[in-house]
């Protein structure tokens, strides 16, 4: 059973459009985690979001967490060809100390020129 | 910095063979992890760390072993390799506190025939 629902798993778009993607859960997560990897390298953080409602924003990226900090979202507006990637979000049940990190399969994402 | 380095980057074994994946941090984290990547299966927990001399399990920690003798190190052994441990492997590594930042190396990738 996967506890981290990611959704598209695959999304291919144009230069310009805005784009959303998923990540859902019926656990109760200490904090939320999202990442881009790109090929051949690890995965590397964008963002937490901790409180349940936040939305913190990171240039043309958005990241929301749910109000009862089960599920996720990640808005691209504009989105470029260097957002092309693989997206991961990942949960922490441990209070915060991120010991035990549970991803989510990604969204691989394509931007086209 | 490094940051997070991992030897060897690629890797053929046959099933049997034993071998350990070498992964170093130099930024004096004292909690280290390891992960496996499968296509389509997100990130998976296989050991952890939280500091020289102290080890725990993951997710999926069957067929792997793991020892912390400095805070720099964090090898992970595979004693008699199997095709299903045929991944992409990565260390992390993370300074201890609720949500900071896990720095991922770049891989090493196992094939195992």
């Known amino acids: 059973t996967q506890l981290l629902e990611q959704s598209p798993q695959f999304l291919s778009i144009q230069e310009g459009e805005n784009l959303t993607v998923y990540c859902n859960s019926s656990s109760v997560f200490s904090s939320l985690q999202w990442y881009r990897q790109e090929p051949g390298e690890g995965p590397v953080l964008l963002v937490t979001?901790?409180?349940?409602?936040e939305v913190k924003k990171l240039k043309r990226l958005t990241f929301q967490f749910g109000d009862a900090r089960k599920d996720s979202s990640l808005h691209i507006t504009a989105a470029q060809t260097g957002d092309t990637g693989l997206y991961l979000c990942?949960?922490?049940?441990?209070?915060?100390?991120?010991?035990?990190?549970?991803f989510g399969k990604g969204t691989l994402l394509t931007v086209n020129p | 910095n490094a940051g997070v380095t991992q030897t060897p980057k690629f890797q053929v074994l046959k099933t049997g063979q034993s071998m350990t994946l070498q992964c170093a941090q130099d930024?004096?984290?004292?909690?280290m992890s390891w992960y496996r990547q499968d296509p389509g299966m997100g990130l998976r927990l296989i050991h952890y760390s939280v500091g020289a001399g102290i080890t725990d399990q993951g997710e999926v920690p069957n067929g792997y072993n793991v020892s912390r003798s400095t805070t720099e190190d964090f090898p992970l052994r595979l004693l008699s390799a199997a095709p299903s441990q045929t991944s992409v492997y990565f260390c992390a590594s993370k300074a201890m506190g609720a949500y900071n930042e896990q720095f991922f190396g770049p891989g090493t990738r196992l094939t195992v025939l």
């Open positions: 990942a949960g922490d049940r441990s209070g915060g100390s991120n010991y035990k990190l549970t």
């Open positions: 930024m004096n984290h004292e909690y």
């Open positions: 979001v901790v409180t349940g409602g």
